[in-house]
């Protein structure tokens, strides 16, 4: 069964701290994606890759960068926290481009105090 | 700039009745769409996805398409009190672009 892990379900982290949330999916999948969801504002893409050491920016990717060293990790940085950046946030990956849907991670919950 | 339109809802229907979520989307070029069932808390799964204009049964599930339209739809019969979640539409554009999600309330 295809299966997307996040590393943590919940984490609390203190304004300005480096923050890292890991991604890794076991389906040889090429394409993966981070979004973060907030109630009232859906789904919103902040990085994807279609490949290895690629990466394009999404809809908000202001504050976050992302690192693809390997095929199967997709890791979400958030450079120095703000409490603005608490959300959701969801890794997500899928076979290729074209006529595939996504497989979710079970997300992160991010708390910045 | 692709756009995908949902009813946030609330919709509520009663145990047994068939609930109908319907989406529509501003790019007529697109090929593919998906519907995905978030419960609260929780992350999107994949329920169904359509290619072809008209419907395509799962069990209990029915998704329709209307390219000339442009609208897709997604219908369940026979709904259950756990159908109740936030229901996204989602097309492909080389990346998906998700809908803001209608919430369904099935009542016993």
């Known amino acids: 069964d295809v299966k997307v892990t996040q590393s943590s379900r919940y984490l609390v982290k203190r304004t300005g701290e480096k923050v890292f949330l890991e991604c890794v999916q076991d389906m040889d999948h090429e394409n993966m994606f981070w979004y973060r969801q907030d109630p009232g504002l859906g789904l919103r893409l902040i990085y994807f890759s279609y490949d290895v050491k690629m990466k394009e920016k999404g809809d908000i990717p202001e504050g976050y960068s992302v690192s693809r060293e390997k095929k199967e990790r997709f890791s979400l940085i958030l450079e120095s926290a703000s409490t603005n950046q608490t959300s959701m946030y969801l890794c997500?990956?899928?076979?290729?481009?074209?006529?595939?849907?996504?497989?979710f991670g079970s997300g992160t919950r991010l708390t910045v105090v | 700039q692709k756009e995908v339109e949902q009813n946030s809802g609330p919709l509520s229907v009663p145990e047994g009745a068939i609930a109908s979520l319907n989406c529509t989307y501003s790019?007529?070029?697109?090929?593919?769409f998906f519907w995905y069932r978030q419960y609260s808390g929780k992350s999107p799964e994949l329920i169904m996805f359509?290619?072809?204009?008209g419907d395509k049964e799962d069990g209990r599930f029915t998704a329709q398409l209307n390219k000339a339209s442009q609208y897709v739809s997604l219908l369940i019969r026979d709904s259950q009190p756990s159908d109740s979640a936030t229901y996204l539409c989602?097309?492909?554009?080389?990346?998906?672009?998700f809908g803001q999600g209608t919430e369904l309330s099935v009542k016993p």
């Open positions: 997500a990956s899928s076979l290729s481009q074209g006529y595939y849907g996504y497989t």
């Open positions: 790019d007529r070029g697109s090929q593919s």
């Open positions: 359509i290619y072809s204009n």
């Open positions: 989602a097309l492909q554009g080389g990346k998906l672009i």
